[in-house]
């Protein structure tokens, strides 16, 4: 223990400095946003420390599929970091990261970790599993109302640009 201890009135003050614009990043998003931040938090958190590293993202990349991820990649994503990854740090980190991003952005970049080609198309057999075993799953039900609105193609994949713009703006594009 430190010769000095913080009074009460010290400690929310150093910690108001630390984040952005002296409010806390939780009064950033509604409830549910958290919740669900935080079941994403988990599911990386592959060893349960309450911090995600290297071998966490590793891991993480390695249920989704692409397994040789490069060691400078996953380096340069905890850098990004401001220093170990908990929950609050990452919570912060996309609230930066969405910071004047609009839904329909938000939602293709959800997208797009499960396309780390960027071809624009997912397979759906792909896409239902990941739905259906991952963080809040999906029924079958669910599975087979977003199918009935957004059909695969005859190839099997799902076009999650075209899912994303009507879900932001209504209709599909042309």
Known sequence: MSGKLKTSEEAPKKAKKKIEGGSNVFSMFEQTQIQEFKEAFTIMDQNRDGFIDKADLRDTF????????????????????????????????????????????????????????????????????????QADRFSQEEINQMFAAFPPDVSGNLDYKNLCYVITHGEEKD
């Open 62 to 133: 390695a249920a989704l599929g692409r397994l040789n991820v490069k060691n400078e990649e996953l380096e340069d994503m905890v850098k990004e970091a401001p220093g170990p990854i908990n929950f609050t740090v990452f919570l912060t980190m996309f609230g930066e990261k969405l910071k004047g991003t609009d839904p329909e952005e938000t939602i293709l970049n959800a997208f797009k970790i499960f396309d780390p080609e960027g071809k624009g198309r997912i397979k759906a057999d792909y896409i239902k599993e990941m739905l259906m075993t």
